[in-house]
């Protein structure tokens, strides 16, 4: 998808889309890393977006861990099976990830990245989806997702980071990266 196309998305739809720009791989790194996306199993991304992070998840993959992602934006749905057609993307919710669990054989998952919008949802989105996620993570795995410079000033970025602690206690943020538009970093949260 073009930069051209993404701005034209986020502007249209900015509660499903983020950001005006693609993730960097600079940031998938930190995500896929942090996530420890290597030593997983059963690996699900929520909200892929147009792919930029489900590309570094791939690379980082064991063969033999099962891997999907769900994507509430039937564009952005397309665009990921011309990109990734071999890749599994449910067009739905994320809260609704424990029947695509279900449908691929699992009880749950060792590590869940995400590029949703968090700070952007309304509270009560906010607590089906982390809800929803949690309740599919297995003991000890991971949960990463990334948020933008600004988002600790903002009172939806304040709330999202302290119902994370509220469900995982004690959260880790990376270092910011700057090479991203707008610079981000990755919160770090283990069940």
Known sequence: MSVLSFAKRFLAHPDQVGAIAATSRAVAEVVCAAAHVNESKA??????????????VLDHLNPEAKFFAIEISSEFCEAMAIRFPGVKVYNDSAEHIGKYLAENELD???A???GLPWASFPH???VSLLDALYDAMAPGA??????YLFSPYLKKGRRFR???EERF????ATPLVWANV???FVYVAQK
Do not use: N
């Open 108 to 110: 749950h998952c060792d």
């Open 182 to 184: 707008p610079p981000a």
């Open 142 to 147: 991971r949960f990463t997702t990334y948020t």
């Open 162 to 164: 302290a119902m994370l």
């Open 169 to 172: 206690g004690e959260i880790t």
């Open 124 to 126: 009560e989105l906010q």
């Open 43 to 56: 690996v699900v991304e929520l909200g892929p977006g147009d792919g930029a992070i489900t590309g570094t």
């Open 112 to 114: 869940v990245v995400s």
